[in-house]
T-cell receptor, first 113, second 112 residues
Framework: GAGVSQSPRYKVAKRGQDVALRCDPI?????LFWYQQALGQGPEFLTY????????KSGLPSDRFFAERPEGSVSTLKIQRTQQEDSAVYLC???????????FGNGTRLTVT | AQSVTQPDIHITVSEGASLELRCNYS??????LFWYVQSPGQGLQLLLK??????LVQGIKGFEAEFKRSQSSFNLRKPSVHWSDAAEYFC??????????FGTGTRLTIIP
């Protein structure tokens, strides 16, 4: 497909487990963003890549959160030692260039039990 | 502080009625402004955007929005809603730092 693809669609983790969430952006899109959307809330910015460079990680809530985009395409958001407050939908978005509209994936719903 | 406010958490309108969803921002200049729609279990779909120029912008699905600098507002409108418009609507702004800042959303319910 031509859209942003995220996997898995759903993830259930026991508290303390590590998880990895994958994002395949639209081919050729330079910018990639991760957002966290808690239930009933708007998306909150986590981090931003331009190609392989992570230019802004100011939204990552703790050092348990880590994101990478080593070849400037696919990105992985990793959460170590998951906590219940990490339960949310994690949205990935990509854009063709700076300040272009974002195209969002359908998200990964993470539930930490 | 830079922020986006959507004052209405939930709005209910009858099918065929007109709709206006409110959005205000706080910023010292004019940001790039966006409206997105999210259906349950889905990602966000862009309805329309405002960068500069004509303050009335047209979007997809029959939506339009008007930018009013004096009111720091970017309200979304539709003349006649359809049952398929039921969803969550998010206003968002780019305050010049690449990332989007979202409002908390307005849930739209359509009654027959």
């Amino acid at each position: 497909g031509a859209g942003v693809s995220q996997s898995p669609r759903y993830k259930v983790a026991k508290r303390g487990q590590d998880v990895a969430l994958r994002c395949d952006p639209i081919s050729g899109h330079v910018s990639l963003f991760w957002y966290q959307q808690a239930l009933g809330q708007g998306p909150e910015f986590l981090t931003y890549f331009q190609n392989e460079a992570q230019l802004d990680k100011s939204g990552l809530p703790s050092d348990r959160f880590f994101a990478e985009r080593p070849e400037g395409s696919v990105s992985t958001l990793k959460i170590q030692r998951t906590q219940q407050e990490d339960s949310a939908v994690y949205l990935c978005a990509s854009s063709l260039e700076r300040n272009s509209p974002l195209h969002f994936g359908n998200g990964t719903r993470l539930t930490v039990t | 502080a830079q922020s986006v406010t959507q004052p209405d958490i939930h709005i209910t309108v009858s099918e065929g009625a007109s709709l206006e969803l409110r959005c205000n921002y706080s910023y010292g200049a004019t940001p790039y402004l966006f409206w997105y729609v999210q259906s349950p279990g889905q990602g966000l779909q862009l309805l329309l955007k405002y960068f500069s120029g004509d303050t009335l912008v047209q979007g997809i699905k029959g939506f339009e929005a008007e930018f009013k600098r004096s009111q720091s507002s970017f309200n979304l409108r539709k003349p006649s809603v359809h049952w398929s418009d039921a969803a969550e609507y998010f206003c968002a702004a780019n305050f010049g730092n690449e990332k989007l800042t979202f409002g908390t959303g307005t849930r739209l319910t359509i009654i027959p």
